[in-house]
């Protein structure tokens, strides 16, 4: 549908937790309302194409439940809207300023945890809590719910994060999507695949534990069993180096110990792989001989498989596979999993660095529930948290063992001040809610994890009435208590311009004029043709896990099945999956009418089989439960994946399920090898009818 000329088309780009960071072209109807929101063409990855959930983003902005005033708990927690009273902004700063330096003096600066996450993908919005955290001593925060498993394993191979820009997939004859379900997360990155698809006649795999939307276009579709993938792997590449599809040549020119890798491999077997993943000896074979036979292959590595306990060994794994064929010689060969090593950014400003002190505690963020009930292994010798300042995300939900979270928040001695859009779990939870702005509503800077374009992006519309910052928030909080720092000075857009001038780059002003810029490095560079960002520079085979992390005594030593997830067994049968859903997005939209319109509740895909086994039929409800306690669904019978494994799509609200207890409860806290990690995907469950 052509746009309505007499519309203004104002340039922005999207803040949220997916690599598209897509640049947007939105619809402004004047100073305070937007209408429809376009995928633009002048950042040839995004190339015009947007998700549906930010095409509809003004059902988010105006929404008539948008928080609009600072509210004081009046009433008991968790209750929602009604517990709370509006206060004025300066009042609220102010409770909340003295409650810190009060737990501050009596239990000491590491009391105070400020709490954030990736809400917000813009550097100054989302990273400015770093800089009052480090000017305040307060506790640290170890960033783990993401990416610190899938980051440990592609580092321990590649040595940096970077690989082939997706782009150049157009150039592939065969794709492997591997843990990923780019239709509902990555939406350009299939239209990038469709024209390879088109015009080369490329080939689409998938491997993922269910038939995703992404895998019911595929060409094949492999569904291993949850937390195997790096048996799958090795499988293939013991095909490889049997049949002759392996580039010796390349090996011993770019990789650290080939020979030894295929004397490991020579007992990998597609049967070894078989009984461990649960797909046919055949299929791992005929999926290997395709990968083999391609030269220009390309693997899209997710997040997906890397949310296990044994994620990093995984992850690394595959990362093996073109090392072992010399895919990465060739245009559209090689992988990529992010790109976040090609931006070599000063951020000391907005994030404070200068004022770090690493003596100060650093506390694991997936680790809230054990962290808020006093676990000895998380606290060590320092203070109980006595205070919460929460920005950009929301713990009560998105944690994991989220009882636990719940049973910490509700300490009478806990503080808790929230800054939000909406009245979520979380902000339910707060002594202190504070209104927040959206993207549209403030200025920021943006990087890429799958693709290569930095972003510069001024507000669209003038923020909604009674809403702040988040970098104004911090900035007002500073002054009350007393920190110096020259960020908190300056401007968003100060702060925008004094990072790219220490990181070598143009102005705000004229990135923001360009449509930002591709640090896209050439072909040799992206491809590692100039050798691997490893101190000997050649791929590792044989990692040194110990630079990745504590518990690198457990890593295998070479690629290899890493037995240390939580299997099946006969009192917890199944294998629970918590994948992203395509109308959600962690916990962003599910406030959009959209968005829960398509999602409807909160269902679990089971195998059929397994449905006629226990008697159970479309819409049935089912309770899946383990020993961190149980929820309700509903069933709906899937083929496309394995016997014994469920799938429940999306992190709902804990108020979408019937007993006001959330997905994430069933989840271990437990940190994934060997640098820690939120294992989403690493739970065994048992099921029965409700």
Not at 377 to 406: H, M, W, Y
Not at 627 to 636: L, N, Q, T
């Amino acid at each position: 549908m052509p746009r309505d000329p007499a519309i203004e088309i104002v340039p922005s780009v999207c803040p949220h937790d997916c690599p598209s960071t897509c640049a947007l072209d939105v619809e402004r109807i004047d100073s305070h309302h937007i209408g429809r929101v376009h995928g633009s063409r002048r950042n040839s990855y995004t190339a015009g194409v947007v998700c549906a959930k930010v095409a509809r983003y003004a059902e988010r902005v105006h929404h008539p439940d948008r928080l609009r005033a600072p509210l004081r708990r009046v009433g008991e927690k968790g209750v929602g809207r009604a517990a709370f009273a509006p206060i004025g902004w300066d009042d609220a700063l102010d409770i909340i300023a003295e409650k810190l330096i009060r737990i501050a003096d009596t239990d000491g600066s590491e009391a105070v945890w400020p709490y954030y996450y990736a809400g917000t993908m813009g550097f100054v919005q989302r990273d400015g809590i770093e800089r009052l955290r480090h000017v305040m001593r307060y506790s640290r925060q170890y960033n783990t719910i993401c990416v610190a498993l899938a980051d440990g394993g592609w580092v321990a191979g590649v040595g940096q994060k970077r690989g082939v820009d997706s782009r150049e997939v157009v150039e592939s004859d065969l794709i492997v999507v591997w843990g990923g379900n780019p239709v509902s997360t990555q939406v350009n990155l299939m239209s990038h695949i469709a024209r390879a698809r088109k015009t080369r006649g490329a080939k689409l795999v998938v491997i993922d534990p269910y038939r995703t939307p992404t895998a019911e276009g595929a060409d094949l579709h492999l569904p291993v069993r949850p937390g195997t993938d790096g048996a799958l792997a090795c499988a293939v590449m013991h095909v490889l180096f049997k049949e002759g599809f392996a580039d010796r040549a390349y090996m011993a020119k770019y990789t650290d110990v080939p020979e030894e890798l295929a004397q490991h491999l020579s007992t990998r077997t597609p049967e070894w792989a078989s009984a461990i993943t649960g797909l046919p000896a055949a299929d791992i074979t005929a999926f290997a001989r395709l990968y083999g036979a391609t030269k220009r292959s390309y693997i899209r590595v997710g997040y997906g498989f890397s949310r296990t306990r044994n994620g990093s060994a995984q992850l690394h794994a595959v990362s093996c596979l073109p090392a072992v064929t010399g895919a990465w010689q060739y245009k559209g060969g090689g992988a990529m999993y992010g790109q976040s090593g090609l931006y070599q950014l000063d951020r000391s400003m907005i994030m404070g660095l200068d004022a770090m002190d690493p003596s100060i505690r650093r506390l694991d963020q997936s680790r809230m529930g054990p962290i808020l009930t006093g676990d000895p292994r998380d606290i060590g010798a320092g203070p109980p948290v006595k205070a919460l300042f929460i920005q950009n995300t929301n713990p009560v939900v998105v944690c994991p063992e989220s009882a636990k979270v719940r049973q910490g928040f509700m300490r009478e001695d806990l503080f808790v001040a929230v800054h939000e859009q909406f009245m979520t779990d979380t902000a339910a939870m707060a002594d202190i809610v504070l209104p927040a702005t959206t993207f549209l509503e403030h200025d920021d800077f943006y990087t890429a994890s799958g693709h290569t374009h930095l972003q510069v992006a001024k507000k669209v519309i003038e923020p909604l009435e009674g809403t702040r910052s988040n970098h104004d928030v911090i900035c007002a909080l500073a002054k009350r208590l007393g920190a110096e720092h020259p960020g908190f000075r300056m401007t968003a857009w100060e702060l925008i311009d004094s990072m790219l001038k220490a990181s070598k780059l143009p102005d705000a002003g004229t990135l923001h004029g360009m449509g930002g810029i591709d640090m896209a490095p050439d072909f040799e560079t992206a491809h590692f043709l100039n050798g691997f960002p490893t101190p000997d520079g050649r791929f590792h085979f044989r990692p040194d896990w110990s630079v990745i992390g504590s518990e690198y005594a457990a890593m295998p030593p070479l690629p290899d099945h890493m037995a240390v997830i939580d299997e099946a067994s006969s009192a917890k049968p199944f294998r629970l999956v918590t994948a992203p859903a395509r109308s959600y997005l962690n916990t962003s939209f599910t406030e959009t009418p959209g968005s829960i319109a398509r999602e409807g509740r909160p269902t679990a895909f089971i195998h059929p089989a397994d449905c006629t086994a226990m008697g159970l039929a479309k819409g049935d409800r089912v309770r899946v439960g383990n020993d961190r306690g149980s929820i309700v669904v509903h069933a709906e019978p899937r083929e496309g994946q394995q016997r014994g494994v469920i799938v429940i799509e999306s992190i709902w609200p804990n108020t979408a399920f019937e007993e006001g207890i959330g997905v994430n409860t069933l989840v271990s806290a437990d940190p994934g090898y060997p640098a820690g990690g939120a294992v989403f995907h690493d739970t065994a469950v048992w099921l029965k009818a409700a």
